[in-house]
């Protein structure tokens, strides 16, 4: 609604509570959450610019301003330093599927990747390109939700990305339908009651400009920076299904 506004680009940092019945190492059911949305010019790699500009920054920053401190949790959990480029690396979903393939892992090339697989090519990607942090982009359009950009070049594929660190995901990005028409169709295919989503829909019908955004929990880039085996550890209360107290 702020981009149908007018506003260019909007952010926020705040607490997110989720109800989710996740019980892993990487899963809270509140986090801080940073949430980006921007004006798309011509492509939505304008997106992707600036998550690959904004993570190398805080990376730098990190390793910069926080020496003592990332000492202080190496010495208790000790990891090796985070590798990356200052140019962020990306690649599209099907270079992905065929680096797996290519080390004996059988994806779907119209699937999604599982935990498992993404660890894997998050080995081969820093083993290859020599960096942990990078960009899968171009995603199986039937993957993605209901709101996700089709490519106009093939609907078999969406205007989407993901991010990783340590081949693990932090991000979940993508151009946004912006056109109500075209929001209905997608929910109605995508079995959804266009009902239960109309004040979302509506807020599209005086025009919007092409845009995109995305969301990233920041406790879990914390845990993956620092090489840490559980996002817990990077939550003064940690929140999840079976702890509400203290």
């Not at 980006?36 to 011509?42: A, F, L, P, Q």
């Not at 690959?52 to 990332?70: A, H, P, S």
């Not at 270079?95 to 498992?116: F, H, R, S, W, Y």
């Not at 914390?222 to 550890?233: S, T, V």
Request: charged letters at 25%; one cysteine or more; aromatic letters at 12%.
């Amino acid at each position: 609604m702020s981009i149908c506004g007018d506003f260019g680009r909007v952010f926020e940092i705040g607490p997110v509570f989720r109800a989710e019945d996740s019980y892993t190492h990487r899963h809270l059911c509140e986090f801080t959450g940073l949430d980006v949305e921007m004006e798309i010019n011509k492509h939505y790699s304008e997106v992707m610019d600036i998550v690959g500009r904004l993570f190398v920054t805080i990376f730098d920053k990190l390793n910069e301003k926080c020496k003592k401190e990332l000492e202080a949790v190496g010495k208790q959990y000790p990891f090796e330093p985070l590798k990356y480029n200052k140019d962020t690396l990306r690649l599209k979903f099907e270079e992905g599927v065929q680096m797996l393939k290519e080390a004996g892992v059988e994806i779907d090339p119209l699937g999604d990747l599982n935990t498992e697989s993404e660890r894997k090519l998050g080995q081969l990607v820093s083993e290859k390109y020599g960096t942990d942090f990078y960009i899968l982009h171009y995603y199986p359009s039937n993957v993605r939700p209901f709101y996700t950009m089709i490519s106009h070049e093939n609907p078999l594929y969406s205007n989407s990305f993901d991010v990783f660190i340590r081949g693990e995901e932090i991000i979940s990005g993508a151009q946004r339908v912006h056109v109500p028409e075209v929001l209905e169709e997608r929910a109605q295919a995508c079995g959804i009651d266009v009902k239960t989503i109309s004040t979302y829909i509506d807020s599209f019908r005086y025009g919007a400009p092409p845009h995109g955004g995305f969301g990233v929990g920041l406790e879990r880039v914390i845990m993956l920076f620092c090489g840490l085996n559980n996002i817990r550890k990077t939550s003064l209360y940690p929140r999840d299904p079976l702890r509400i107290a203290p």
